[in-house]
């Protein structure tokens, strides 16, 4: 089979409403704020989000959960349309609807209601999970989990299963790939310990681990990233976010779980999906969260939902629909030394998102003569990419970035000390739309030509040396 892989999705489906508005004054009749309505949205929650996130690449999804006759099941099927192939359990009840309600994008109240009994499942479900490449059970306490506990047992033993707990849930089936739990229900599913620290961590992953015995736990922990775990005294690995990123974190733990299965379904190994998991949530909770309008749009007739986070153009479109600030550099980047990567961090700091213009092989070529570039456009985009404090590149083929800078039109344009802001050919286009240019201190010493010069030098010692 070429392509993604079938991810079945096996868990608890929510209906998440948001109401948001503005609080300027509390009620009269008690020390509550008073919300005034500016708007609100209803999505798929739960399993529904994490299957919706995992569908996003146009993977084959199938989220197996229970729905009823309700008009909250009935909403999450129009939310899920096109997006998953759905296999029902019968609901007895009705679906849970968690209601958030938001003062200036923050939650004030969170109110909870609905609730079911999920049936047994049929054949359809057993044969979807016998040809899964990998599945995933978002487990939210309601017992879907714990109906199909045989069907998810066998499938534990011969294909990757990511169980991502509640401490209302069932425990894990034994020979779960990665368990995922937040520090907040680690900390509720090991009530005997105490502390916040990493070493505190690593020894609740580890005495879940062997309860469970999991191959893997792996604690997620929001700003400092994930912690994995295994039974027994081995030293635990740490993948940090990559950024700080700040906005609704809601779902963040759907999108990390999602990511993870759907990148072991791939045939990627633990490590390498939980590095790729925490980069996607850190851009999914830049973006907005859940709450994303973006992420619910219609799908189009052909291609995903949702283009992936890295697409600078819906990126940048993003940033700025939720009033973020998107900055841009660019450059050729032919060899990433020390200068860049300084650079780059400082300029991911001024805003939301850092996106990198690169020029094209043929326009460094152009620009910088013959031998260069030395390392072809894509590899340069891939080392780019792999760098925590950039967000997306964008490749441009002209001599100059400006075509490309009228479509992302950045809020900041950087470029390195040995610019000064008024040679910068970009600063009027930037002036045109309320845009800044602006030059940030560079390492002294630090350039590609040097690196290239150096380079040869020593390649001619070296051949000196070998024929004497």
Known sequence: MTGPKLLVVVGDVLLDEDIEGVAARLAPDAPAP???????HRHPGGAGLAAALAARDGRDVVLVTALGDDPASETVRRGLGDRVRLLE??????LPVKTRVLAGGRPVVRIDRGGGTPGEPDEAVREALSG???VLVADYGRRTAGVLRPYLEAAARRTPLVWDPHPKGDPPVPGARLVTPNAAEALALCPGSA??????YAARGAELAARWRAAGVAVTLGDRGVLLTRSGAGTPMLVPAPYRADGDPCGAGDCFAATTAAALADGLLPEEALQRAVAEAAAF???GGAGNPELWRARAASGPAVQPAADAFELAESVRARGGTVVATGGCFDLVHAGH????????????CLIVCLNSDASVA???GRGRPINPAADRARVLSALGSVDAVVVFEEDTPQAVLGRLRPDVWVKGGDYSARDLPEAGALRSWGGQAVVLPYLDGRSTTLLTRRAAKAAGVALKAAGS
Request: glycine content about 16%; proline content about 2%; cysteine-free.
């Open 34 to 40: 008073v919300v005034d309505v500016t708007g609100g």
């Open 89 to 94: 359990l019968p609901l007895d009840g009705t």
């Open 132 to 134: 899964a490449h990998a």
């Open 195 to 200: 502390g916040s620290s990493l070493g505190a």
């Open 285 to 287: 909770v830049a973006a």
């Open 341 to 352: 990567v300084a650079l780059l961090e400082s300029a991911r700091r001024i805003g939301d």
């Open 366 to 368: 152009r620009r910088k």
